[in-house]
């Protein structure tokens, strides 16, 4: 798998993701498709919450991802009814220009907005959610045609990227004398994307012959672990949940006297809480 000479790199498309020169294909679940007569709240399509999580994402599992279809136009809207947890909840929408309204179960509006298709990729928009409970979500048209829309409502979607974290040491010296050398890289980058976890990382500028194995620690969660030897990579690591805004120790073991300049490259999934990183 190459890795380019890129900081950042955004996901293209609604179902599949163009990441550095690498396509990976993310499947959604059996989706709900609108059924008429829905036109009314009394008649709303009952729905399921997108559950998907960052690791579900990034391990390419699709089982909790709900999404729903339908098509709609200015005189025909079209109602849900949703069950929604307590707390911060993410409207995504794909696909044409419709307007939407989310309200409780009393009618009491919690948001409302027109959804522009711009771009690639879907748009978020937070709602807060004040109890778990039933929700409703109206989807109506932006003009008199129809036009096919698509949305999900729960956990955010998520989005795949990447970035590069140079050796705050910068050249690093291997001696007979020192076992172990240290190198710190500092992931705390403001423009790095709220809650990004890593799933994929990789020590370049070193050639793993060089040195005797790797040690990696994520200092944000405690975490730590070897990097396979040669390669000094890791792959599959979304399920420890390792924040990419912190500060990374690399612990390097002697093998022959060597200096080199390491670079920490991190491929890491975000929740797309409003856009897609340009």
């Known amino acids: 798998?190459?890795?380019?000479?890129?900081?950042?790199?955004?996901?293209?498309?609604?179902?599949?993701?163009?990441?550095?020169?690498?396509?990976?294909?993310?499947?959604?679940?059996?989706?709900?498709?609108?059924?008429?007569?829905?036109?009314?709240?009394?008649?709303?399509?009952?729905?399921?919450?997108?559950?998907?999580t960052a690791a579900d994402f990034a391990g390419g599992t699709s089982v909790r991802k709900n999404y729903v279809s339908g098509s709609t136009s200015k005189t025909d809207p079209d109602?849900?009814?949703?069950?929604?947890?307590?707390?911060?909840?993410?409207?995504?929408?794909?696909e044409c220009v419709f307007n939407f309204t989310i309200e409780d179960e009393n009618g009491n509006?919690?948001?409302?907005?027109?959804?522009?298709?711009?771009?690639?990729?879907?748009?978020?928009?937070?709602?807060?959610?004040?109890?778990?409970?039933n929700y409703y979500v109206k989807i109506l048209g932006g003009i008199s045609s129809s036009q096919n829309y698509t949305f999900e409502i729960g956990n955010p979607s998520y989005a795949f990227s990447q970035c590069k974290i140079p050796c705050e040491e910068g050249i690093i010296n291997?001696?007979?004398?020192?076992?172990?050398?240290i190198a710190n890289?500092?992931?705390?980058?403001?423009?790095?994307?709220?809650?990004?976890?890593?799933?994929?990382?990789?020590?370049?500028?070193?050639?793993?012959?060089?040195i005797n194995g790797a040690r990696l620690v994520n200092k944000r969660?405690?975490?730590?672990?070897?990097?396979?030897?040669?390669?000094?990579?890791?792959d599959h690591l979304e399920s420890m949940n390792m924040p990419v805004k912190s500060v990374w120790i690399a612990e390097l073991e002697y093998y022959?006297?060597?200096?080199?300049?390491?670079?920490?490259?991190?491929?890491?999934?975000?929740?797309?809480?409003s856009r897609l990183i340009k």
């Open 185 to 210: 890289f500092n992931g705390e980058i403001q423009s790095l994307p709220k809650d990004a976890i890593a799933y994929s990382l990789k020590l370049s500028g070193i050639k793993g012959s060089l």
């Open 174 to 181: 291997m001696t007979y004398e020192e076992k172990v050398k």
């Open 256 to 273: 022959r006297p060597t200096s080199f300049t390491p670079v920490l490259e991190v491929r890491y999934v975000y929740p797309v809480y």
């Open 1 to 52: 798998m190459k890795w380019k000479n890129v900081t950042k790199v955004f996901t293209a498309g609604l179902m599949a993701v163009l990441f550095s020169g690498l396509v990976t294909t993310n499947v959604y679940a059996e989706g709900i498709k609108e059924t008429e007569p829905n036109d009314t709240k009394d008649m709303a399509t009952p729905i399921a919450a997108n559950k998907q």
């Open 221 to 234: 969660n405690g975490t730590n672990f070897p990097l396979n030897r040669y390669m000094l990579d890791k």
């Open 109 to 133: 509006v919690l948001l409302s907005d027109m959804y522009m298709h711009i771009g690639t990729g879907p748009t978020a928009y937070k709602v807060d959610i004040p109890t778990a409970g």
């Open 79 to 94: 109602w849900f009814k949703v069950y929604l947890s307590a707390g911060e909840q993410y409207l995504t929408c794909y």
